[in-house]
């Protein structure tokens, strides 16, 4: 409950922003933008694995909170795109994420297994 109220304002304060910097405007924006969301994502994730000593435990404490941060953000656009009623605008857009999403994991993993 307290996650939501504080997550829907905070999605007041920066979803003005975006749009006014023409992120949410076209498809191919949108679509840019996560794709390079994701991108900052893994990259930093990988970045803190290899400057993190072995611990487990703060390298998933520091990879939480991009990671977090990210599935919050995804999860409010969803929420608030469209209509209430349509859910046909909220289902394409998660649709996208998760295809951008796994795309890039795909490419990533074919990174990995050519440096092998």
Same mark, same amino acid.
């Given at each position: 409950?307290?996650?939501?109220? =504080?997550?829907?304002? %905070? ?5 003005? @922003? ?18 390079? #969301?994701?991108?900052?994502?893994? =990259?930093?994730?990988? %970045?803190?694995?290899?400057? !993190? ?6 390298? %998933?404490? *520091?990879?939480?909170?991009?990671? =977090? ?8 656009? &969803? *929420?608030?795109?469209? =209509? &209430?009623?349509? !859910?046909?605008? *909220? ?6 994420? #998760? &295809? ?7 490419? @990533?993993?074919?990174? *990995?297994?050519?440096?092998?």
């Amino acid at each position: 409950m307290y996650w939501d109220l =504080d997550a829907e304002i %905070r999605y007041a304060f920066f979803s003005p @922003q975006m749009n006014g910097h023409g992120i949410l405007k076209t498809d191919d924006l949108i679509t840019r933008f996560f794709r390079l #969301s994701t991108q900052m994502c893994v =990259d930093l994730c990988y %970045r803190i694995l290899a400057e !993190t000593p072995n611990t487990p435990t703060l390298v %998933r404490t *520091k990879c939480f909170h991009a990671l =977090d941060a990210f599935v919050r953000l995804i999860a409010l656009l &969803v *929420k608030h795109s469209g =209509d &209430v009623s349509n !859910t046909n605008t *909220k289902i394409n857009l998660l649709n996208k994420v #998760s &295809v951008i999403t796994l795309l890039y994991i795909l490419f @990533q993993i074919g990174l *990995k297994f050519i440096s092998l």
